[in-house]
């Protein structure tokens, strides 16, 4: 059996470009960027910090993700998607999953 012939040289196609993938936020040919519904996801300071802050176990403190989320420019835009998408889990917007159906309960009463 002969050894595998050894091309130390990168193939062409290595690289997948993530705005041709669609992420959100990824700049776009001639610096136009994606302005999809969740390209405010990519300006969230939360993406920024351990996720684990965001999704404490029961019981655990919420603390040092609401910190974060005071700061955050797209707090607003955040908690709209978890209203609207009724996420169960994890401090969204600033908001513990109790807070939001509160929210969603007053907002409907009104």
């Known amino acids: 059996m002969t050894a595998p012939f050894y091309n130390p040289e990168a193939p062409s196609d290595w690289f997948v470009d993530p705005a041709e993938r669609g992420v959100p936020g990824a700049p776009m040919a001639g610096?136009?960027?994606?302005?999809?519904?969740?390209s405010w996801q990519t300006e969230a300071l939360c993406a920024q910090t351990d996720p684990e802050a965001f999704f404490p176990e029961k019981g655990g403190s919420t603390r040092d993700a609401k910190r974060v989320c005071e700061t955050c420019d797209v707090r607003a835009q955040c908690l709209e998607y978890a209203l609207a998408n009724d996420e169960r889990f994890g401090i969204w917007g600033g908001l513990s999953e109790r807070e939001r159906r509160r929210l969603k309960r007053e907002q409907q009463a009104s």
Do not use: K, P
């Open 31 to 38: 610096g136009v960027e994606d302005d999809g519904a969740l």
